[in-house]
């Protein structure tokens, strides 16, 4: 157990769908990163909050938002999916704003199917 | 456009031989580099990094290596055990300031599937 907490593990859904991603991160840390890992590719960097601010963004789609509540836990909101949008979603966090991935502790993944 | 690249998909080694796990990389502005571990069902485990200024680090079993004017870094596995069999990630974090639109973010490669034989 990493101490990072992602819920839930495995979602099926159906195009045009709406679904949420939960995150409760490390106790003691205040950023929060999502990243989208798909078929054959790399993790890709998709947004970070830190304290409940977005603090980084990479490619993530306007379908997708994401955000992070008082009691530091993200949520990562996807909508109007389509095929291509399945993937392994992983949630990771880390004590400071930056920290270069060192700190990072990655959960283990929500899988979300659009069928 | 994939910044970070790890060429091979695949290494398959026999159980005590040396595992070298390769990565290139394009942004000149990387400035420190991490090795991620990932198995089944979980979540990538940080294993090991090193900084720009630096061109080897050290941790029991795993070394790795960094050369900047080829913008090339191999994680060395020495000796290879059957519980190092995972997918290896390597990543890389740009020098930016904080608040900058990429400050934090990890660019990672595709990953190389290592499988060691007893």
């Known amino acids: 157990d990493s101490g990072v907490t992602q819920t839930p593990k495995h979602l099926i859904t159906a195009t045009g769908q709406r679904v949420t991603l939960r995150c409760s991160p490390r106790?003691?840390?205040?950023?929060v990163y999502w990243y989208q890992q798909s078929l054959d590719q790399g993790l890709q960097f998709l947004i970070q909050y830190y304290n409940g601010e977005e603090r980084a963004k990479g490619n993530i789609l306007e379908r997708f938002s994401a955000q992070q509540f008082p009691d530091l836990h993200s949520e990562l909101n996807l909508s109007s999916l389509e095929l291509g949008d399945s993937a392994l979603y992983f949630c990771a966090s880390s004590v400071g704003p930056g920290g270069k991935g060192y700190g990072y502790t990655f959960g283990s993944g929500t899988r979300l199917t659009v069928v | 456009d994939q910044q970070v690249k790890q060429n091979s998909p695949s290494l398959s080694v026999q159980e005590g031989r040396i595992s070298i796990l390769n990565c290139d990389y394009t942004?000149?502005?990387?400035?420190?580099f991490l090795w991620y571990k990932k198995y089944p069902a979980e979540g990538p485990t940080f294993l090991i990094s090193?900084?720009?200024?630096?061109d080897k680090n050290e941790d029991g079993r795993f070394t790795v290596f960094l050369n900047k004017s080829a913008k090339h870094l191999s994680l060395h596995i020495v000796p290879s055990q059957p519980g190092d069999s995972a997918v290896y990630f390597c990543?890389?974090?740009?020098?930016?300031?904080?608040?900058?639109?990429?400050?934090?973010?990890?660019?990672f490669g595709q990953g190389t599937i290592l499988t060691v034989h007893p």
């Open positions: 090193i900084s720009s200024i630096k």
């Open positions: 990543a890389a974090s740009a020098n930016l300031l904080p608040g900058g639109t990429s400050y934090g973010k990890l660019t």
């Open positions: 942004n000149s502005m990387f400035d420190y």
């Open positions: 106790s003691g840390d205040l950023s």
